[in-house]
């Protein structure tokens, strides 16, 4: 894989066994996000795709939790929300379609990185991880994320492609070369995830048996980030990854 000559200076790190004390947070969707994270020009439905979910930006923005994070207890919408309304079935498959792509061009992104087709491929994993984060910030847009005990009222399947968003996850991170840089975009975005399941899971959107998968996930990732950082010479982070699908492996061990 190729990088850039002229790449900014690493930013300050941490000294070894310091905590810290904020990992970068998740910015708010531009528009262009907002325009159902229209990354692949490519796809023939996507004028047809915003359309039938008639979905206002502003909206979205209101309804979601602060971050993009999940509340891992029951809380009233604040006012002038407007309630959560679930797609239709029409909209549900284009919503699983899109998904699917999204899945799937990230997948051959992936592999085109090494060697295959340099020009397509992934120049860095932070290129990698922000398609992830874009696409579980598109899935979190459809959950009812607001009153945990309508959530399952709202699920349709979105709960197993963050589980393949996950796992994948795994193999991403195997593969590709880690930085300082990027370390910390790999922890904000297992966090992300690990707030999630969390979510899902006290909202019981979750069989027992996804639950015992997640939690194999969550435990190959612990022992994965260590030695990656490992073989990267990646230090200072012991604190967060103790913190690794801590809450996760709470509510499934």
Request: aromatic share 10%; charged share 25%; glycine share 4%.
């Amino acid at each position: 894989m190729s990088t850039y000559s002229n790449a900014p200076n690493s930013p300050l790190h941490p000294e070894p066994d310091s905590e810290i004390s904020e990992l970068p947070k998740e910015t708010d969707f531009d528009e262009q996000e907002l325009d159902f994270l229209d990354l692949n020009p490519d796809l023939n439905q996507r004028e047809q795709f915003k359309q039938s979910i008639s979905i206002d930006s502003n909206q979205l923005k209101s309804e979601l939790p602060e971050d993009y994070k999940p509340i891992l207890t029951p809380s009233p919408a604040p006012p002038n929300v407007i309630p959560y309304r679930k797609l239709s079935n029409t909209q549900q498959l284009k919503f699983m379609n899109y998904a699917d792509e999204r899945l799937m061009y990230i997948q051959r992104r992936f592999i085109q990185s090494f060697g295959l087709n340099q020009g397509i491929g992934y120049i860095s994993l932070s290129e990698l991880l922000q398609d992830d984060k874009n696409l579980i910030n598109f899935i979190w847009m459809s959950i009812n994320s607001t009153d945990l005990a309508l959530l399952k009222n709202s699920l349709f399947g979105q709960t197993d492609y963050l589980i393949r968003i996950a796992n994948d996850l795994l193999e991403y991170l195997d593969k590709m070369i880690v930085t300082i840089e990027n370390s910390k975009e790999i922890l904000k975005l297992i966090s992300s995830l690990n707030d999630k399941f969390s979510y899902l899971i006290d909202g019981k959107g979750y069989s027992q048996t996804e639950m015992v998968r997640i939690n194999g996930i969550a435990e190959r990732t612990r022992l994965l980030i260590v030695e990656v950082f490992d073989k990267f010479g990646i230090e200072g982070y012991q604190y967060e990854i103790s913190k690794i699908y801590e809450d996760v492996l709470d509510r499934t061990g």
